[in-house]
């Protein structure tokens, strides 16, 4: 058997003890490669666990009073590293085989985006409301509103439709009268004339020289007895003339004639056509007004603020949402609209007629003109006895023509015909304009009622210290972002005008349908918003105005019991909603939006109960008194009782709770309004939410000792393989966690 040589025996120890100890360091790195693994796992689990610690120390007011977290206001550091260092030695204690020693090198704590932060702060109120919103609107306003949609339309449409048609008749019908003004203007500058030409003469007879000449007839019958005697005269020496006195006065009678004559016919001649050209533009303008108004009527079908309406009443139906009212009775009355257009054959007819003055002027100044041109002949006496005796009664004729179809007041006159036809169609006017007065006196008593609420400060001015903070405050959160909103005042009822109000109540319900509209296709921030402030902020109590309106004083217990109730911790709502900083202004700005509330429904009432009025326009102004002389009555009733009635059609109960709750709605979302539910919350709780984090990035750094070559675990980290890092013999592993509420 061949044996080897001793050297050969060396040789292969040696290749065994390479071998061996390249296998153990190929699995002494794998075993570290292992350790730092677990220990990256391990550290990544007691960071979260650590930041969960430290979130759960939010504040409790927030939370209880707002539903809303943010960070308290232990110290986050100090949590945390207590986290750790009790978790870390939990492990040492526990660990029968300590494989990994780790050790907690650091940990750091970073608190991020506060509450203050509008996005933040929507997040948290939208999360909060998500499924509470959609319920309680649905159930509380939808459901109450959804019944009256059409008929609350066709109201809008109307009132929208008459309302614009009121005015353009107000502008056509004053257009017409400035030219039948136009008109008579233009007829008294012949007026002179019947004083000069008498009006019935047919044949002037020859007359002696002698009488009084104070007409153009007078003129023409002492004329041949003149011109007889001049010749006479013109035949003597001057001092032997025996008629030279006669003459003069002949001569000075007729000339004043001829002058007052000549000067009227200047008169006439610059400012007729001028008058008339003035009434046939404004004819023109009373035309182009009665078109638009023709077209008002056939796009007032075509209105975009039916949509919400239509959305509405098309929307899944619920317990109770039948269509209630008349809507079909509404819809008639702005059909007869038409009623309130003007024939155009009526337009062609006062067209003509004013042409036909112009004409008639125009034959008149003919033979004035040739009467005038006899002067200088007349007076020298070398005039022809039948052209001057002729020409006075054509002229005369001529203006008793005109006179008798322009300005007499007997049945002939044209402008008074004319009149007359103009008027007919006005057989409401006097009935309808009384009905204004009345809305109008009506909307002066409601503002005056807003204005005894709004005009509260002297009596509340303790409290204005605390709306000037609440005002610090929101000024404080809006510059944090950088926002620009202010006040956001609604609809007040100012003026007394009552078709501006009747209008504005209007598009105030046109809007609020669309915002129901757009709540029914899907949530919004609006929405959510709405909904929160008026779960978790304070309303005021309506109960404490019986003694505004009862106007009792302000010195009596019972007087600071009601001074106490427009504290700003008792108008939370009504403050974030207007952001009026007083106390009682936002009081009367919700009751101002109130009173505009329930004119809109109240009108519509109003429209079916009067809608046999026969005129529309009359029956606009009448649906709008018993809208307005309604509306303050609602408002007097929700503040003795604290409800109304939505409707006569309609027996479903509002609170003013339910109001604001529609204004917040109607009003939507605002940066002003973000700023200051914060205010609120900040002088509630004494919390500035401007530094209250609800987002925090934790930072961890776990310490390891290495077993097994730690230049290589250097090396390998060094180049990207390693997660960590390797400093000497120890190996670090850094964690980050992020945690928001």
């Known amino acids: 058997m061949f044996e080897p040589d001793r050297s050969e025996r060396g040789a292969v120890s040696i290749f065994f003890i390479v071998i061996f100890a390249a296998v153990f360091a190929f699995v002494a790195i794998f075993i570290d490669f292992a350790r730092m693994f677990a220990l990256q796992a391990k550290a990544e689990a007691l960071a979260h666990a650590a930041s969960r610690s430290v979130m759960s120390s939010f504040d409790q007011k927030l939370v209880e009073k707002y539903g809303l977290f943010a960070y308290g206001e232990t110290d986050e550091n100090y949590i945390m590293s207590k986290v750790l ?55 509380e306003i939808l459901n109450r509103f959804k019944p009256m949609s059409q008929v609350m339309k066709e109201a809008s449409n109307t009132v929208d439709l008459l309302g614009k048609l009121q005015k353009l008749y107000e502008q056509r019908e004053a257009k017409l009268d400035e030219m039948l003004e136009q008109q008579r203007q233009a007829a008294k500058l012949i007026e002179p004339f019947s004083s000069l030409l008498p009006r019935t003469v047919s044949f002037i007879g020859d007359q002696s020289l002698g009488g009084t000449i104070s007409t153009a007839a007078d003129a023409a019958g002492q004329y041949a007895d003149y011109e007889r005697k001049v010749e006479e005269d013109m035949q003597k020496d001057f001092l032997d003339r025996l008629y030279s006195m006669e003459i003069s006065e002949y001569r000075s009678g007729a000339s004043k004639v001829f002058d007052d004559l000549s000067s009227s016919s200047r008169t006439a001649e610059e400012r007729h056509s001028q008058l008339l050209k003035q009434a046939g533009g404004l004819l023109e303008e009373a035309r182009q007004i009665n078109e638009q108004m023709r077209r008002t009527i056939e796009e007032a079908e075509r209105r975009e603020a039916q949509n919400g309406y239509n959305e509405v009443a098309a929307g899944p139906s619920t317990k109770g949402a039948n269509q209630v009212g008349s809507s079909g009775e509404i819809a008639k009355i702005r059909e007869q609209s038409t009623s309130i257009l003007l024939p155009e054959a009526l337009f062609d007819d006062l067209t003509k007629d004013i042409a036909g003055q112009g004409t008639a002027y125009g034959r008149f100044q003919t033979e004035i003109s040739s009467l005038l041109f006899q002067q200088g002949a007349v007076l020298s006496a070398a005039a022809s006895v039948g052209s001057f005796k002729s020409a006075v009664p054509r002229s005369s004729r001529e203006a008793d023509a005109y006179l008798r179809q322009y300005s007499d007041h007997g ?56 709306f000037d903070q609440l005002n610090t405050f929101y000024e404080e959160n809006r510059a944090k972002n950088r926002g620009v909103s202010g006040g956001e005042l609604g609809p007040t009822v100012s003026g007394s005008d009552p078709y501006q109000a009747g209008d504005s109540a209007m598009k105030g319900m046109d809007a609020l349908y669309g915002g129901l509209s ?104 009448a649906a709008l008194l018993y809208g307005v002389e309604h509306a303050l009555k609602d408002m ?106």
């Open 85 to 139: 260092n009790e978790q870390f030695e939990l492990v040492r204690r526990s660990d029968d085989l300590p494989l990994l020693g780790a050790k907690l090198d650091s940990s750091s704590v970073e608190l991020l985006q506060p509450i203050g932060i509008y996005s933040v702060f929507e997040r948290q109120i939208n999360e909060q409301m998500k499924y509470r919103a959609p319920i309680d609107l649905t159930i």
């Open 636 to 741: 007097l009733t929700l503040i003795h009782e604290g409800k109304i009635m939505l409707s006569d059609y309609l027996k479903v109960e509002l609170t003013y709770r339910d109001h604001l709750r529609m204004f917040l709605l109607l009003h939507g979302k605002s940066d002003g309004r973000l700023s200051r539910m914060l205010a609120v919350i900040r002088k509630n709780t004494g919390i500035n939410t401007d530094e209250r984090a609800t987002y925090m990035r934790g930072k961890v750094t776990v310490a390891m000792p290495l077993w097994f070559l730690p230049g290589v675990a250097k090396m390998m980290g060094s180049s990207g393989v390693l997660k960590g890092k390797v400093e000497g013999s120890r190996y670090y592993a850094v964690k980050q966690a992020d945690f928001s509420y």
């Open 518 to 621: 757009e709540f029914m296709k899907g949530m919004s921030d609006n929405v959510f918003q709405s909904e929160y402030i008026v779960s978790h902020y304070k309303f005021f109590d309506v109960n404490a105005l019986e003694a505004v309106v009862k106007k009792t004083g302000s010195q009596t217990a019972e007087g600071q019991s009601l001074i106490d109730k427009f504290a700003p911790g008792n108008q939370e709502v009504e403050y974030i909603l207007y952001g009026t900083n007083n106390p009682g202004g936002n009081i009367a700005a919700a009751f101002g939006e109130i009173f505009t509330m329930r004119l809109a429904i109240r009108t519509m009432e109003g429209l079916i109960k009067n809608g046999n009025k026969g005129h529309p326009l009359l029956v606009l102004a």
């Open 411 to 466: 049945p002939g006159n044209v402008i008074n015909a004319n009149a007359s036809k103009l008027e007919a169609p006005r057989s409401y006017d006097k009935e309808r304009k009384a009905t204004e007065r009345a809305a109008k006196a009506k909307l002066t008593e409601a503002a005056g009622l807003l204005k005894q609420i709004s005009q509260m400060q002297e009596k509340l001015k303790s409290y204005q210290g605390q």
